[in-house]
């Protein structure tokens, strides 16, 4: 049961309750000002599930696993992930960084650097290890042509 717990929507959901429960019960007078943190954090909001659809989009159309502990049966370099290793979770801290934003949750700001670190050495190490594995060559030369995450 551990392991369905330990998936990246799940970390997503712990640090934006935090980021609202900072706003909404501690926020010490700061904020981000206005119209233009909401309209940039829609912003971010609608880009990370974007890019959240198109790589899942890709993953299914390769027929492989997006499940974060499994090692998926394919390398999937098309589409988005041509730009970025790690479009899904690039998505998930964009989704944080624009729920800081829409919430004013000034305080909150580092839970997005906190996010990237903890998906980094949960996720997206371990699953590169995993492929470069699986993969070897093919692994090799994805990872020297496309960034880990932008």
């Known amino acids: ?37 909401d309209l940039l954090g829609g912003l971010l ?23 974060p502990h499994h090692t998926p049966d ?7 992930f041509s730009r970025s290793r790690n479009p899904i979770y690039l998505g998930d801290v964009l989704i944080l960084a624009g729920l800081v934003l829409r919430f004013d949750a000034v305080l909150a700001l ?15 190490i371990p699953e590169e290890n995993r492929m470069r594995r699986a993969f070897r060559l093919d692994w090799a030369r994805y990872e020297r042509k496309v960034r880990r995450w932008l």
């Open 1 to 37: 049961m551990l392991k369905w717990i330990d998936i990246p929507p799940v970390w997503l959901v712990a640090f934006a309750a935090l980021a609202w429960a900072q706003a909404e019960f501690w926020p010490v007078g700061l904020s981000f000002g206005g119209a233009w943190a």
């Open 45 to 67: 909001v609608g880009g990370g599930v974007l890019l959240m659809a198109l790589a899942a989009w890709e993953m299914r159309r390769q027929r492989t696993t997006i499940l």
């Open 74 to 80: 394919r390398l999937v370099t098309g589409g988005i």
């Open 110 to 124: 580092p839970l997005v650097p906190v996010l990237l670190w903890v998906l980094e050495r949960r996720f997206v």
